[in-house]
């Protein structure tokens, strides 16, 4: 498929989704599901104001920091637990936990242990993007061709050249699919460390337009966290 013909069938997808909310929001009461139009007039008065972009710019800060240092510690993991097994063994039983807690109770012990407030939303943004990042590194690593690191064994390759020359050129695919994920992943889970945990960002306007019944504030939120994901994938993770 051409990226033209990419393009238009994504244009009409999008189109779809519209013409499918407006629908719905004609035959139900407009505090459930508020139109298209009527959203975008809420997106329009907060960024007008300072809303908006005071709020985002703590979300982003928090995703940021939370992404980098999970993503980081993902992929040195990773990467060690595929050089060496007994690396991997002792670090299986860390990640079955980290990958079977369900994300809510990583940020209820979160906030027991740290209170409310951003080193809390971005520990539960780490912690919760860490395991994505460490079973694609590691499965890059596996998936490397064992006749390559024999090759480097068999010349002698400094651990430096066998890092550069072999590991980081293998799992470079497995790792941006691992990092698009982690960036998804961690859109959710700052947004609901701010919901119970924090009294800033933008999952906190969204859960006070969520109690005050303000539905055109609260899907204008939506919006401007689908465009903050698709700053991210279509501004850095796929050009990279």
């Known amino acids: 498929m051409t990226s033209r013909a990419r393009l238009v069938y994504t244009v009409g997808g999008v189109v779809a989704l519209l013409v499918v909310w407006e629908l719905v929001s004609l035959v139900v009461d407009p505090i459930s599901v508020p139109s298209p139009a009527a959203t975008a007039v809420a997106l329009a008065d907060l960024a007008w104001g300072s809303t908006l972009w005071v709020e985002l710019l703590i979300t982003l800060k928090r995703l940021v920091v939370g992404l980098a240092v999970g993503v980081a510690a993902g992929w040195v993991l990773g990467v060690l637990a595929g050089v060496q097994p007994r690396v991997r063994a002792f670090l299986e039983p860390l990640r079955w936990v980290l990958m079977t807690?369900?994300?809510?109770?990583?940020?209820?012990?979160?906030?027991?242990?740290?209170?409310?407030?951003?080193?809390?939303?971005?520990?539960?943004?780490?912690?919760?993007?860490?395991?994505?990042?460490?079973?694609?590194?590691?499965?890059?690593?596996?998936?490397?061709?064992?006749?390559?690191?024999?090759?480097?064994?068999?010349?002698?390759?400094?651990?430096?050249?066998?890092?550069?020359?072999?590991?980081?050129?293998?799992?470079?695919?497995?790792?941006?699919?691992?990092?698009?994920?982690?960036?998804?992943?961690?859109?959710?889970?700052?947004?609901?460390?701010?919901?119970?945990?924090?009294?800033?960002?933008?999952?906190?306007?969204?859960?006070?337009?969520?109690?005050?019944?303000?539905?055109?504030?609260?899907?204008?939120?939506?919006?401007?966290?689908?465009?903050?994901?698709?700053?991210?994938?279509?501004?850095?993770?796929?050009?990279?």
């Open 101 to 240: 807690i369900p994300a809510v109770i990583i940020a209820g012990l979160a906030m027991l242990w740290f209170g409310l407030g951003d080193f809390t939303v971005m520990f539960i943004t780490a912690v919760i993007v860490l395991p994505t990042m460490y079973v694609n590194t590691l499965s890059g690593v596996l998936a490397i061709d064992p006749r390559l690191t024999e090759m480097g064994r068999v010349y002698r390759f400094p651990r430096r050249l066998m890092l550069s020359e072999i590991y980081l050129p293998g799992i470079a695919s497995p790792v941006l699919a691992g990092l698009t994920l982690a960036a998804g992943i961690g859109v959710r889970a700052v947004v609901l460390g701010e919901v119970l945990g924090a009294m800033s960002g933008i999952g906190h306007a969204f859960s006070r337009a969520n109690s005050l019944l303000e539905t055109e504030e609260l899907f204008a939120w939506i919006g401007v966290l689908l465009a903050l994901l698709a700053a991210m994938e279509f501004g850095a993770l796929r050009p990279l």
